[in-house]
């Protein structure tokens, strides 16, 4: 399904987001401070009138009303009002009869400002999963990325929505404290997870973006990025010290170097198995070419 996006910009979307329906409810990220993300640095955040949103969704029902998902863009969605937030969910779900499943991104701030009874009632409407960045559960690189909250409040933060009933689906970022925080990032954010408990859960790497502070870290020679056995064995610790009760884990992102699925805890023998023959054999092993890797 085409995205509707009459404002100007880049559309980003999950991964497995690619056959939704892509609507703007909001232009930009309210936040946008994150020292690694330069998808939102071109323009201002704003909600869009619900006129306009309402007039989006009618056209997409023209054209295709069988429509089961949705993703509502850009980064801060749910920084919204909740009120016009239920009445974008109330017009999705007159338009698409089908409606399964509405996302979006949630960022700590939004989930700051969300109580969970506005959650609960979002979810009631169809608003049923949030992509949240995690990125690290170690304080030192969260700061670092300047995502404006520790491992303790992004834990409370991400346990508001699940007490909700919304699922999560959660983002680690492999590198994210460089090859002197590794350990302690793997670590870290292992326990953070732990305690997350998300339905989904993914792993990218970093990737220095033109026109962010990290790229100018990397140009300045204050922040280098791992090479591919080193996130290895980075990813390595991380899953080794999950304790998950039914996640499902992904590591294709483009960005990864290495490509790994399975579901949490039943598949991590195998997961281990596959990352430790990558480290005993890199020759062997199926890195990702670097001209491959993307955001």
């Given at each position: 399904?085409?995205?509707?996006?009459?404002?100007?910009?880049?559309?980003?979307?999950?991964?497995?987001?690619?056959?939704?329906?892509?609507?703007?409810?909001?232009?930009?990220?309210?936040?946008?401070?994150?020292?690694?993300?330069?998808?939102?640095?071109?323009?201002?955040?704003?909600?869009?009138?619900?006129?306009?949103?309402?007039?989006?969704?009618?056209?997409?029902?023209?054209?295709?009303?069988?429509?089961?998902?949705?993703?509502?863009?850009?980064?801060?969605?749910?920084?919204?009002?909740?009120?016009?937030?239920?009445?974008?969910l109330a017009a999705l779900r007159r338009?698409?009869?089908?409606?399964?499943?509405?996302?979006?991104?949630?960022?700590?701030?939004?989930?700051?400002?969300?109580?969970?009874?506005?959650?609960a009632r979002l979810r009631e409407l169809?608003?049923?999963?949030?992509?949240?960045?995690?990125?690290?559960?170690?304080?030192?690189?969260?700061?670092?990325?300047?995502?404006?909250?520790?491992?303790?409040?992004?834990?409370?933060?991400?346990?508001?929505?699940?007490?909700?009933?919304?699922?999560?689906?959660?983002?680690?970022?492999?590198?994210?404290?460089?090859?002197?925080?590794?350990?302690?990032?793997?670590?870290?954010?292992?326990?953070?997870?732990?305690?997350?408990?998300?339905?989904?859960?993914?792993?990218?790497?970093?990737?220095?973006?033109?026109?962010?502070?990290?790229?100018?870290?990397?140009?300045?020679?204050?922040?280098?990025?791992?090479?591919?056995?080193?996130?290895?064995?980075?990813?390595?610790?991380?899953?080794?010290?999950?304790?998950?009760?039914?996640?499902?884990?992904?590591?294709?992102?483009?960005?990864?170097?290495?490509?790994?699925?399975?579901?949490?805890?039943?598949?991590?023998?195998?997961?281990?198995?596959e990352l430790d023959a990558a480290l005993?054999?890199?020759?062997?092993?199926?890195?990702?070419?670097?001209?491959?890797?993307?955001?």
């Amino acid at each position: 399904m085409a995205a509707m996006h009459p404002a100007p910009g880049t559309i980003y979307r999950p991964p497995s987001e690619a056959n939704s329906l892509i609507l703007r409810a909001t232009i930009g990220c309210s936040y946008n401070r994150c020292t690694f993300c330069g998808m939102y640095r071109d323009r201002a955040f704003r909600v869009r009138p619900l006129a306009e949103v309402e007039r989006e969704i009618a056209a997409a029902a023209a054209i295709d009303p069988g429509v089961r998902r949705v993703f509502l863009a850009d980064g801060d969605a749910l920084v919204a009002r909740a009120s016009f937030l239920e009445a974008v969910l109330a017009a999705l779900r007159r338009a698409f009869q089908r409606l399964a499943r509405v996302g979006c991104y949630a960022s700590p701030q939004a989930l700051a400002v969300r109580t969970v009874a506005e959650m609960a009632r979002l979810r009631e409407l169809g608003l049923t999963l949030y992509y949240l960045g995690v990125e690290s559960g170690e304080d030192r690189v969260l700061a670092a990325l300047e995502k404006g909250v520790d491992g303790a409040e992004m834990v409370r933060l991400a346990n508001k929505a699940t007490s909700a009933g919304v699922k999560l689906s959660t983002m680690i970022l492999l590198g994210a404290g460089g090859e002197a925080l590794s350990e302690s990032h793997a670590q870290a954010s292992a326990a953070v997870i732990n305690r997350i408990q998300p339905r989904y859960l993914s792993t990218l790497a970093m990737m220095p973006v033109p026109g962010t502070p990290l790229f100018e870290a990397v140009e300045q020679g204050t922040y280098a990025e791992m090479a591919p056995l080193a996130l290895a064995r980075e990813l390595r610790t991380f899953i080794a010290r999950l304790e998950l009760g039914g996640t499902i884990f992904r590591s294709n992102h483009a960005s990864n170097y290495l490509a790994l699925a399975g579901t949490l805890p039943k598949d991590r023998g195998r997961l281990l198995a596959e990352l430790d023959a990558a480290l005993a054999d890199p020759d062997a092993a199926p890195f990702r070419a670097e001209w491959r890797r993307g955001l």
